[in-house]
């Protein structure tokens, strides 16, 4: 038992001293391999010859130290740590229990008392495990969602999203969209690509991203976004994960392709978004050959879209209500909205009509299916002050306030004369001149008069 608890410089020392006793190593060649002096090594010997090898453990070896804190001092940390920082880590701790209690104690120190006191959890032992979820069943039954900023083309060009779509239930890509921001209008843009290549699937699986869920509802307001309510129309649901793990499906693919397609795009020397698109099938059916799962269950709960091309773009557009003032003017994106005067919109004061305002740029204005002709009145565009702008959408506002800025010129100074139209004629103002002027009229008569 006394060779386990002797370090490894005790069991050198004895086992140097034991060839010193088998005639195989001189005290001079000892002391050489120890780093000690020869009278140490004769006062090692001595001690190993009459109390054997146990005689050469440090002799304070299970004495307490000097400088030892009293177990008293440690229970009143403790004691006031549980009445009053029983939340705090170590470190602040420590600090309060110095500022505000005059008990200097050291974090790590601290951090002992309380891991053994069952206060404090290591990282190690506050790690949250996420229990994985098994995949769906069915194929079309959760489409998981999700848009990934990257630089896509690294170098060649700046970066953009790229929006997902895959299945839960076989891990198939389903759809891939190079799209310059993630906003409602790219979302629709894509998902009118998946409905007309695979039909309605049962449910889509997103983030907490505004495109799908509005965060605060309004009273009055139907507490659906747009992208929420054309799924409605279309009779798909919408589900919004809590977590990042919740989705795990997509982000885990999001990461293969900022590996994959990446290095694919720059083998093809692909630079632009465009060009980007038309190369997503091609490597969308190689994917899917190579990493697909089969689904447990062999059903496919796509439905069908059963809808004409003209009502799928009226869903999958942002659409609002406007009231109509004393003018047949409203109000639409700080633009002003005027109605052709004609027999239907004289009677629609004081009513509200639907806008649509299509992802190709296209508006309309419509009274019960019928389509108004109107003009518009735009006021100077520009991103509002101090407006809130979600980190996913920060470099398209950016890259458009910049285009902006290129196109504005500095305003003109003008003086408070010249808003009343004042124009200037070339004759003297009446009276004597100020003193000034005379000065000034005398020194160049002068000075032309010099030879």
Same mark, same amino acid.
């Given at each position: 038992?006394?060779? #386990?608890?002797?370090s490894?410089?005790?069991?050198?020392?004895?086992?140097?001293?034991?060839? *010193?006793?088998?005639c195989?190593? $001189?005290?001079g060649?000892?002391?050489?391999?120890?780093?000690?002096?020869?009278r140490?090594?004769?006062?090692l010997l001595?001690r190993?010859?009459?109390?054997?090898?146990?005689a050469l453990r440090h002799k304070?070896?299970?004495?307490?130290?000097?400088n030892r804190?009293?177990?008293?001092?440690?229970d %009143?940390?403790?004691?006031l740590?549980?009445?009053?920082?029983?939340?705090?880590? +170590?470190?602040?701790a420590?600090?309060?229990? !110095?500022?505000?209690?005059?008990? @200097?104690?050291?974090r790590e120190?601290?951090r @002992?008392?309380m891991s053994?006191a069952?206060?404090?959890?290591p990282?190690?032992?506050r790690?949250?495990f996420?229990q994985?979820?098994?995949?769906?069943?069915?194929y079309?039954?959760?489409?998981?969602?999700d848009?990934?900023?990257?630089?896509?083309?690294?170098?060649?060009?700046?970066p953009?999203?790229?929006?997902v779509? *895959?299945?839960?239930?076989?891990g198939?890509?389903?759809?891939?969209?190079?799209?310059?921001?993630e906003c409602t209008?790219t979302y629709?843009?894509?998902l009118?690509?998946?409905l007309?290549?695979h039909?309605?699937?049962?449910?889509f699986?997103s983030?907490k991203?505004s495109?799908?869920?509005i965060?605060?509802?309004?009273?009055?307001g139907? /507490?659906?976004t747009?992208?929420?309510? =054309?799924?409605?129309?279309?009779?798909?649901? *919408?589900?919004?994960?809590?977590?990042?793990?919740? @989705?795990?499906? #997509?982000?885990?693919?999001?990461?293969?392709?900022?590996?994959r397609?990446v290095?694919?795009?720059?083998?093809?020397?692909?630079?632009d978004?465009a060009? &980007?698109?038309?190369?997503?099938?091609?490597?969308? !059916?190689? %994917?899917n050959?190579?990493?697909?799962?089969a689904p447990?269950?062999?059903?496919n709960?796509?439905? =069908?879209?059963?809808?004409?091309?003209n009502?799928?773009?009226d869903?999958l557009c942002h659409r609002?209500?406007?009231?109509? &003032?004393?003018q047949?003017t409203?109000?639409?994106?700080r633009?002003?909205?005027m109605?052709e005067?004609?027999?239907v919109?004289r /009677?629609?004061i004081?009513r509200?009509?639907d806008?649509?305002?299509?992802?190709?740029?296209?508006?309309?204005v419509?009274?019960? /299916?019928v389509t108004?002709? %109107? $003009?518009?009145?735009d006021?100077?565009?520009?991103?509002?002050? !101090?407006?809130?702008?979600?980190n996913?959408n920060?470099?398209?506002?950016?890259?458009?306030?910049?285009?902006?800025q290129d196109?504005?010129?500095p305003p003109?100074?003008?003086?408070s004369?010249?808003?009343?139209?004042y124009k200037?004629?070339?004759?003297? +103002? +009446? /009276?004597?001149?100020?003193?000034?002027?005379?000065?000034q009229?005398?020194?160049?008569?002068?000075?032309?008069?010099?030879p």
């Amino acid at each position: 038992m006394g060779w #386990v608890m002797m370090s490894e410089r005790e069991l050198n020392r004895i086992e140097v001293l034991s060839q *010193i006793e088998d005639c195989r190593l $001189t005290v001079g060649a000892a002391a050489n391999v120890l780093g000690l002096t020869q009278r140490q090594v004769y006062r090692l010997l001595n001690r190993y010859r009459t109390d054997g090898a146990a005689a050469l453990r440090h002799k304070a070896r299970g004495v307490k130290p000097n400088n030892r804190i009293r177990s008293g001092v440690r229970d %009143f940390a403790l004691t006031l740590i549980k009445e009053h920082y029983a939340d705090f880590g +170590p470190t602040l701790a420590a600090e309060m229990l !110095a500022d505000r209690h005059d008990l @200097k104690v050291s974090r790590e120190t601290l951090r @002992k008392w309380m891991s053994e006191a069952g206060i404090w959890l290591p990282r190690a032992q506050r790690r949250q495990f996420h229990q994985p979820r098994l995949r769906r069943e069915c194929y079309g039954e959760l489409v998981q969602i999700d848009g990934s900023d990257h630089r896509w083309f690294e170098d060649r060009a700046d970066p953009c999203t790229l929006l997902v779509f *895959i299945d839960d239930a076989t891990g198939t890509l389903m759809q891939l969209l190079f799209v310059p921001t993630e906003c409602t209008n790219t979302y629709f843009e894509a998902l009118e690509l998946y409905l007309k290549a695979h039909g309605r699937p049962v449910a889509f699986y997103s983030d907490k991203h505004s495109v799908f869920r509005i965060s605060k509802p309004s009273k009055n307001g139907t /507490g659906m976004t747009q992208f929420g309510r =054309a799924l409605a129309e279309l009779n798909i649901e *919408i589900l919004c994960a809590n977590s990042s793990q919740a @989705k795990g499906r #997509v982000e885990r693919a999001n990461r293969t392709l900022q590996d994959r397609l990446v290095k694919e795009l720059r083998l093809a020397g692909i630079s632009d978004m465009a060009a &980007g698109n038309a190369f997503l099938p091609g490597f969308v !059916a190689c %994917f899917n050959a190579r990493f697909a799962k089969a689904p447990a269950r062999a059903d496919n709960l796509h439905r =069908a879209m059963n809808t004409e091309p003209n009502r799928l773009s009226d869903v999958l557009c942002h659409r609002d209500k406007r009231y109509v &003032g004393q003018q047949l003017t409203f109000t639409y994106e700080r633009k002003k909205i005027m109605l052709e005067v004609n027999d239907v919109t004289r /009677g629609l004061i004081g009513r509200y009509v639907d806008t649509y305002a299509f992802p190709d740029g296209r508006f309309q204005v419509r009274w019960k /299916g019928v389509t108004l002709p %109107f $003009t518009v009145f735009d006021k100077t565009q520009r991103v509002t002050h !101090a407006a809130i702008t979600e980190n996913k959408n920060l470099g398209a506002v950016l890259a458009y306030v910049k285009d902006q800025q290129d196109k504005m010129r500095p305003p003109e100074v003008k003086p408070s004369s010249a808003k009343n139209g004042y124009k200037r004629t070339g004759r003297k +103002p +009446p /009276g004597r001149p100020p003193l000034l002027a005379k000065s000034q009229a005398t020194r160049t008569a002068r000075q032309a008069s010099d030879p």
